[in-house]
């Protein structure tokens, strides 16, 4: 380059290669680690029961990078995977807890769908935390985790599942377009609470018991968190 000295560029080029050969000795050592707790893990899982200090200890102190990376040890040593393993090994809220551990959030959020809707009945609390808690980006990551994992469609599990206005809330929620900014429109703000205090009150301005839910199934799936502190506090002042 012009005006640098003679030199730099041969010196460029070896910190380059020294960076290079940094890199592949780090990630040498990580697969080494990774390797070694594969095993302990399996030593863990073998035979009758677990030790299960020894799971514990290892799925609680790694970041979800190493548990990744001793997952693909785990493939390639035993031709099982790590969530396999704990799946035929443990059971219950244990068995849980460790998935949770092991994999991504978007895996986890997917076995939470699951376990709000396995057998008879369904968790509408469970189901209620995930929907409106996630981000569109956080939804739409668990509905390819759980076609993924259980080749099905969330959306479509979530229709059978449920029924009447909570279905159409979910539904509305996991379609994913619940306005994310923080912005807040106080004039909106008012007048949606209008519609709303119409949608739940007669003519005579006391409440209906005919009211109209799918006004408020509207709103709550749209608005943001602030725009929606506006719309309660204009409601509030009807």
């Given amino acids: 380059p012009v005006g640098l000295p003679p030199g730099n560029s041969a010196c460029a080029l070896c910190d380059a290669k020294e960076l290079g050969r940094l890199r592949r000795e780090v990630d040498d050592a990580l697969d080494f680690i990774a390797s070694d707790d594969a095993q302990r893990l399996r030593k863990a899982c073998k035979g009758f029961g677990t030790n299960d200090t020894q799971l514990i200890q290892i799925v609680t102190t790694r970041s979800k990078d190493q548990l990744a990376r001793i997952d693909k040890m785990y493939r390639r040593r035993y031709d099982i995977s790590i969530r396999e393993q704990i799946v035929s ?3 219950g809220s244990y068995q849980d807890f460790l998935l949770a551990m092991v994999q ?5 959020d997917a076995l939470l769908f699951d376990k709000a809707m396995r057998g008879w009945g ?3 609390e469970l189901l209620c935390e995930l929907c409106a808690t996630r981000s569109a ?3 739409g990551a668990a509905s390819k985790a759980y076609r993924r994992m259980f080749d099905k ?3 479509t599990v979530v229709k059978t599942e449920t029924s009447g206005h909570f279905e159409h809330f979910l539904v509305r929620l996991l379609e994913c377009t619940r306005d994310e900014t923080d912005n807040v429109d106080e004039e909106r703000a008012a007048a949606t609470a209008t519609a709303l205090f119409e949608a ?3 003519e005579d301005g006391e409440e209906s018991f005919f009211a109209n839910k799918d006004t408020f199934v509207r709103v709550l799936a ?3 968190p602030s725009q929606l502190a506006a ?3 204009a409601y509030e002042a009807q």
């Fill in 137 to 139: 980006a956080e939804l």
């Fill in 122 to 124: 369904t968790s509408e």
């Fill in 222 to 224: 749209r608005e943001n």
């Fill in 200 to 202: 739940t009150h007669n």
């Fill in 104 to 108: 991504d959030k978007s895996q986890v």
């Fill in 231 to 233: 719309i309660s506090a």
């Fill in 153 to 155: 469609e969330l959306i």
């Fill in 89 to 91: 090994e443990c059971s």
